[in-house]
């Protein structure tokens, strides 16, 4: 039996870089999950009867919205859910499943990154039938539409064991529960050379994956340990756990402080990478050498063909606009489209859909590809696996030829988190009212070529997102740019971008920080960050 239930609308709904994310508390109060739910689906059309697939990251919370995720799809008349086991399924393998599934949609229940627990974070996202993020137009309809709701919709169904895979009738509606893994480990199968990779670990090759205690876990012991005959203990913290063992779930330097160490002393393993809360992000280090984002996007388009889907090789490269251009030399060099969008993993949906792009990436730890439309974290650790064993090389090896082929990029993100909201907002502000005067002048000896505040016009769709950051131009091609996050739930997060391009192989092995000493100066020069945020020094670097 449906249920109409009254409610009234929360006024801080709106959808961030990826989905809606808050405290766990805000997530707890009554309706609010509810009224975000019932905002996505009545900003859809044509869903009756459809599939709808749910899953999370596992999460704290995670199974009790699960359950009202399931009930509120029966009562808003899908014909059929699609959940993945105890709840669980990493953002990539939901992806898969809506788009193998033919399902009309999918809810994902994940806050990323970001830590987890009952005082910690929690989020919702929609994806649509490609398998995809919301694109603006939907995440916009949504929040207008979370402004003004004063119903939902919920079927009696009891509780759904999420635990026993098969099937369920929840009030007419079909639950099934499948393995959260099986699909997509059949999917990389198919992408990539499973017997040359196994190969490598019989003949000695020592990695380590770190899940963070977050959903990869059981991904990477099936595919790494189980079908790669990588040895048991080559994926560690392997359990998720609905706190992330205390940790942020963010693979990045500082918090994958552990393996980074590791990597770079005497007893390092071959290679080594983690991925983050929802299984999207990907951190790759080689025996010490750390490869950031940004170098290991233009690295594995620039090896792809030896990978058996990709051997025909790209049609594209698509990067987000603060992610340096070191990929933008190999689409270059391959003579293919390159494409540069706004942060964010929806941006990139209508290049793959238009089959414009076959391989995406961002600086924040994301690569993917057309396999998929969102960025996926195991699929970047075991392309770079197959490169690995094509090449017969290590990853500094690679690395080291990539630079002297086609230069380097110097590239780092400072973040400031938690920042005092107006605070970082008058930062941006005064240096948007800056911007025209910018072009002509100099800063620490380095003249600025250009600045603007970035603007996507999608040249698929023709839409047009504007504010998407602020770039500062210098001469010679080095730049830093200047945006808030999208997806902290406290305060602002301020990020400064800079990047130096270096064609010199015999400047190829500068510590990154001191590499791009003056650019970072001149960027505090340029936007006062110190003096608006009271900051000495940024809480993050990557
Ligand atoms: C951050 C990253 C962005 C990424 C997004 C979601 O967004 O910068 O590149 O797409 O997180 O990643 P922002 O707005 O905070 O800079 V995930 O793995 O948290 O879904
Ligand atoms: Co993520």
Redesign the pocket.
Known sequence: MTRTVETKPFSDQKP????LRKKVPVFQQEHYAENFIQSVFDSLEGFQGQTLVIGGDGRYFNREVIQTAIAMAAGNGFGRVIVGQGGILS?PAASHIIRKYKAFGGLIL?????PGGPHEDFGIKYNAGNGGPAPEKLTDAIFERSKTISRFLIADIGLVDLDRLGFVDAGGMEVEVVDPVADYAELMETLFDFDAIRTMFKGGFRMAFDAMHAVTGPYAKEILEKRLGAPAGTARNFVPLPDFGGHHPDPNLVHAKALYDEMMGDDAPDFGAAS???G??NLVIGRSIFITPSDSLAMLAANAHLAPGYKAGLKGIAR?M?TSGAADRVAEKLGIGMYETP???KFFGNLLDAGMATICG?????TGSDHVRE?DGLWAVLLWLNILAMRGESAREIATKHWATYGRNYYSRHDYEEVETEAANRLMTELRGRLAALPGTAVRGMKIAAADDFAYHDPVDGSVSKNQGIRVMFEGGSRAVF??????TSGA?L?LYVERYEPDPAHHDLDTQEALSELIAAADDIAGIRRHTGREKPSVIT
């Open positions: 961030g870089t990826s989905g953002t994940s806050a990323s990154h970001n983050d809360g929802d999207d992000r987000s603060p942060t964010g993993w961002e600086e924040s730890a994301g960025k945006r808030l996050s999208g997806t902290g997060t990020r």
